[in-house]
């Protein structure tokens, strides 16, 4: 597997693009085609890290796929490595000319470029398309502009992702980004409340920049670390209203029909569709029937998604 790399560690010379490749959607998927067609050089992704913006600005930048999360997909697209540009005050007060020149060109030793056609950088942004053409005319480095991608919604794009997650709107999600969108988690203990009412859950500790769908109760696939085997599960998002309106937000993930000791173990949760919003029962019986109606409904969901 390819490893998250800093630029003095690259293979060299390079067929590279640029950027956040939040998600790796469709659009991006263009761009890395182009990378990987010229495999005469070392087909890289470069990518920041952290978030220009949350350097300069003091943004929270919550990721589509945090950094390690990428590496399997862009292996299994052709990419070789992924090298990851330490972003700070520094670096951000460097001209655009003086980035191709000295990141790229000199330490990456990129021969080919490959940009979307609004791809901006550099000092202020100050820096395009125009910039790298003219900086690199006289060298032996060719640069492919890749058109940005639109569908009949509009422009394909992270932020397009990120807001039909938050509206739980997973089926189309899943179009633009030709995947399931899934998050890991480590197993932590938790009140045991579930386990009291007959519904056992794996409490899951998330990375803190990881982006999560909106609140509520979804049937979802789980997969145990070191387990290609995808578990039928109803997952909570969101607090616990009727236990405890104060309880802060959390994941919580109930495996249909299994008996499996999880604390301290890793599980991927791939949400598919949400099944309702988060309810005040009256009781906590109330509580227990309804989830049995969530186990059903997700056992049917999950069921047509297999066929």
């Known amino acids: 597997m390819i490893s998250l790399i800093s630029p003095s560690e690259v293979k060299n010379p390079t067929s590279i693009a640029i950027g956040s490749f939040d998600g790796l959607h469709a659009g991006h998927r263009k761009l890395i085609e182009s ?14 890290w952290p978030h220009p913006r949350e350097v300069l600005f003091k943004e929270t930048r919550l990721r589509l796929d945090l950094p390690g999360e990428k590496l399997p997909i862009l292996e299994d697209l052709g990419i070789k490595q992924l090298v990851m540009i330490p972003f700070d005050k520094e670096l951000s007060k460097l001209s655009a000319e003086r980035f191709i020149r000295d990141i790229l060109i000199n330490q990456l030793q990129a021969k ?14 100050s820096g395009d398309i125009n910039t790298i053409k003219e900086t690199i005319k006289d060298m032996d480095i060719k640069l492919k502009i890749i058109p940005i991608l639109e569908d009949k919604e509009g422009r394909i794009s992270s932020s397009r992702v990120r807001d039909l997650l938050q509206k739980s709107d997973l089926k189309n999600s899943f179009k633009i980004l030709n995947r399931p969108y899934s998050f890991n988690g480590k197993v932590v203990k938790g009140k045991g409340i579930g386990k009291s009412i007959g ?17 509520g109760v979804y049937a979802a696939w789980t997969t145990i670390e070191n387990s290609n ?13 009727t236990i405890n309106p104060l309880f802060p937000s959390a994941v919580e993930v109930h495996l249909i029909n299994q008996d499996i000791d999880l604390y301290g173990l890793k599980l991927s949760v791939e949400p598919i569709e949400k099944l309702r919003s988060q309810i005040q029962f009256e009781n906590v019986d ?17 069921g047509n998604h297999k066929k």
Not at 199 to 215: H, M, Q, S, V
Not at 229 to 241: A, D, F, R, W
Not at 290 to 299: E, S
């Open 35 to 48: 990378v990987v067609e010229e495999n005469q050089y070392t087909p890289t992704i470069a990518s920041f």
């Open 112 to 125: 080919s470029i490959s940009v979307g056609a609004n791809f901006k950088f550099g000092f202020r942004r």
């Open 199 to 215: 519904w056992p859950t794996a409490n899951l500790e998330i990375d803190g920049r990881k982006f999560l769908p909106g609140e």
């Open 229 to 241: 085997q995808k578990i039928e599960s109803v997952m909570n998002l969101g607090t616990q209203p």
């Open 286 to 302: 109330q509580l227990s029937n309804q989830i049995k109606k969530d186990r059903d409904n997700a056992l049917r969901i999950l």
